[in-house]
């Protein structure tokens, strides 16, 4: 089955700087890769996401990258501001029924 | 929050016992997926449905069950709880996108 390996599992940045969490995967079938924030003692929420037909895709102050050759993507925070501050999941499937697998998961705490 | 609800919020049981939580969904979605979380392991897929009646297992299937009578329902039983099924639980719903969404988790703890 899918693997997925998550790094680093914690992330200390000061306010302002950026962010970068990298995550490999196994399985090369894998087509969507989604990365989802856990604030304490809430729900993941699903923040990003990208398929294997795409390179690169940005939301305002988040991006994510995919080299499917390394079977690698990875999550970039510019700007990093305080309520950033979470876990960090990526997972990748193979499709429907997209049953994902997760990393570990990242702390990502920013500090003033 | 994509419409999902999950029943009990908390729960604390003996070793043992058999319980059950519930996922219910409110946007019709056909897939649906119970996830465990636990420190170091991420989440971890337990059993998922696509459809009525139709489910499989996960990951981590053994010493749970699932069942799907109602597309809006979806029941998690564990019919001996032990202290290893300890964890956090979240329901999630699968959109037409292929996006996850999740419910607001239970929190079980088995003495």
């Known amino acids: 089955g899918e693997n997925v390996e998550q790094h680093p599992s914690t992330l200390s940045v000061q306010e302002g700087d950026s962010a970068v969490i990298k995550c490999t995967y196994s399985d090369s079938a894998s087509n969507y890769f989604p990365w989802y924030k856990q604030e304490l003692g809430k729900r993941p929420q699903l923040i990003i996401d990208i398929r294997s037909n795409v390179g690169e895709k940005k939301d305002q102050r988040i991006a994510v990258t995919l080299n499917k050759t390394a079977k690698h993507f990875s999550l970039h925070i510019t700007e990093t501001q305080p309520e950033d501050s979470a876990v960090y999941f990526c997972?990748?499937?193979?499709?429907?029924?997209?049953?994902?697998?997760f990393g570990t998961g990242t702390r990502l705490q920013v500090t003033l | 929050d994509a419409g999902i609800t999950q029943s009990p919020r908390h729960k604390v049981t003996e070793t043992g016992t058999p319980v059950t939580l519930r996922c219910h969904q409110t946007?019709?979605?056909?897939?649906m997926y119970w996830y465990r979380q636990d420190p170091g392991h991420g989440l971890r897929l337990i059993h998922y449905s696509y459809g009525v009646k139709d489910t499989d297992k996960g990951e981590v299937s053994d010493g749970y069950s699932v069942s799907r009578s109602k597309t809006e329902d979806f029941l998690l039983t564990l019919e001996s709880a032990t202290s290893s099924q300890t964890s956090v639980y979240f329901c999630a719903v699968e959109t037409n996108l292929g996006e996850q969404y999740f419910g607001p988790g239970t929190r079980l703890t088995v003495t």
């Open positions: 997972a990748a499937t193979t499709g429907t029924a997209s049953k994902l697998t």
């Open positions: 946007e019709n979605h056909r897939y």
